[in-house]
């Protein structure tokens, strides 16, 4: 793992941590359903993509399989559409400055590590991986 990911991952986890210890981690009403929905995406994400294959550092694992099936056939980054969406739904319960910037930060950070690992995927999976990436969007579906 390089300094880098290590880095990006030490400050992925601590804005999660501030979330889960300082903040009502779990909204209430129409903001609940969010929650729900991203946290669901995300759980989807990481059944298909199956704990062996799945990986919190950008790196591509050296035995990676290429997963183009469940949410991956839309968004190729379904965990992260996951996290951005449940904490973003906790945000807006929670509205504070200090909590607006720590999902400011955690989102900066899983941007950063999307286009990491797709350099990454790049690299390792090449043409397979371009034509993959014309066909899903990057992270939100339909937008981005």
Same mark, same amino acid.
């Given at each position: 793992m390089?300094?880098?990911? +290590?880095?990006l991952i030490i400050i992925q986890f601590s804005s999660l941590f501030y979330f889960?210890?300082?903040e009502q981690?779990?909204?209430?009403d129409f903001l +609940?359903?969010?929650?729900?929905? #991203?946290?669901?995406?995300?759980l989807w994400g990481l059944i298909v993509m199956k704990l062996g294959n799945f990986n919190i550092q950008p790196e591509v694992k050296p035995n990676a399989l290429f997963i183009k099936k469940g949410p991956?056939?839309?968004?190729?980054?379904?965990?992260?559409? #996951?996290?951005?969406?449940?904490? #973003?739904?906790?945000? +807006? @319960?929670?509205?504070k400055p200090i909590t607006?910037?720590?999902?400011?930060?955690?989102?900066i950070v +899983?941007?950063?590590?999307?286009?990491?690992?797709?350099? @990454?995927?790049?690299?390792?999976? #090449?043409?397979v991986y371009q034509e993959y990436k014309k066909s899903t969007y990057r992270l939100f579906p339909y937008i981005y």
């Open positions: 390089s300094k880098k990911s +290590l880095l889960v210890l300082f981690f779990i909204a209430r +609940l359903i969010i929650q729900l929905f #991203g946290f669901l995406i995300a991956y056939k839309i968004i190729r980054n379904p965990m992260y559409f #996951g996290l951005i969406t449940f904490f #973003g739904a906790m945000v +807006l @319960f929670n509205y607006l910037f720590f999902y400011i930060i955690l989102c +899983l941007l950063i590590k999307i286009q990491m690992e797709e350099a @990454f995927l790049k690299q390792r999976f #090449g043409l």
